[in-house]
């Protein structure tokens, strides 16, 4: 099976522009999640979608946001962008499980540089 | 919330040796999962080892194994016998059971070996 694949892997955008980044999990994956990483901040959460439907949202502006297809392939959306937003953004799919996600499967991630 | 602490920014290993990563983590569930997730410097983030909670035995994967301390709270992660390709950053997480709940993750301990 392919992995998770992410585009674009680099992006360098300036303050005040939007950015679109996309995620393909991998087959049959209908669960997909969103992080940001940062240098000493770790990952921090920014939402999970599955079928379609945002189930969980971490504590991030509305100036992130996200969606997911049918086809489980989910996109990212930062406007208004500021240097603070800097960073790796991961993103990671999960098996269907009735007790929720007991896995996650990442994907290389997109490098999002804001000047 | 739950929060996830890893104490140990930076640890160092000699090759062929056995290394210890600390992580400790906040909650009031009783059935959850925890992780332990290697992050190369290519950046690909993959799973190490899974430890359900209900389970008092630890989880073994090869050269990796946990002390999962339930009662502490306590999940560190061992690696025996050090090798080159385990230089990486290690992330612990920790994930209620259920639809829904988010993965927390701690900020991460940086391995090196050295040869």
């Known amino acids: 099976k392919a992995g998770v694949t992410q585009t674009p892997r680099y992006l360098i955008k300036t303050r005040g522009q939007q950015v679109t980044l996309s995620c393909s999990p991998i087959?049959?994956?209908?669960?997909v999640s969103w992080y940001q990483q940062t240098p000493g901040q770790g990952l921090q959460f920014l939402f999970e979608?599955?079928?379609?439907?945002?189930?969980n949202k971490g504590n991030f502006p509305g100036r992130f946001s996200g969606r997911q297809f049918s086809n489980s392939r989910s996109e990212m959306n930062v406007s208004t962008l500021e240097l603070g937003d800097s960073a790796l953004y991961l993103c990671?799919?999960?098996?269907?499980?009735?007790?929720?996600?007991?896995?996650?499967?990442f994907g290389p991630g997109t490098r999002l540089t804001v000047t | 919330a739950q929060t996830v602490t890893q104490s140990q920014p930076e640890m160092s290993v000699q090759e062929a040796e056995t290394v210890t990563l600390s992580c400790t983590y906040d909650?009031?569930?009783?059935?959850?999962?925890l992780f332990w997730y290697k992050q190369p410097p290519s950046r690909q983030m993959i799973l190490v080892i899974r430890?359900?909670?209900?389970?008092?035995q630890n989880a073994t994967e090869n050269r990796f194994s946990v002390n999962f301390q339930k009662a502490a709270k306590s999940f560190s992660l061992k690696i025996s016998d050090s090798q080159l390709g385990d230089a990486a950053m290690y992330f612990c997480?920790?994930?209620?059971?259920?639809?829904?709940?988010?993965?927390?993750f701690g900020t991460g301990t940086s391995l090196t070996v050295i040869p």
């Open positions: 990671a799919s999960s098996p269907v499980s009735p007790q929720g996600p007991s896995e996650q499967y």
């Open positions: 087959s049959g994956h209908r669960s």
């Open positions: 979608y599955f079928s379609e439907t945002q189930r």
């Open positions: 909650t009031s569930e009783s059935d959850y999962y």
């Open positions: 430890q359900e909670a209900y389970k008092q």
């Open positions: 997480a920790y994930r209620s059971v259920g639809t829904g709940n988010q993965f927390y």
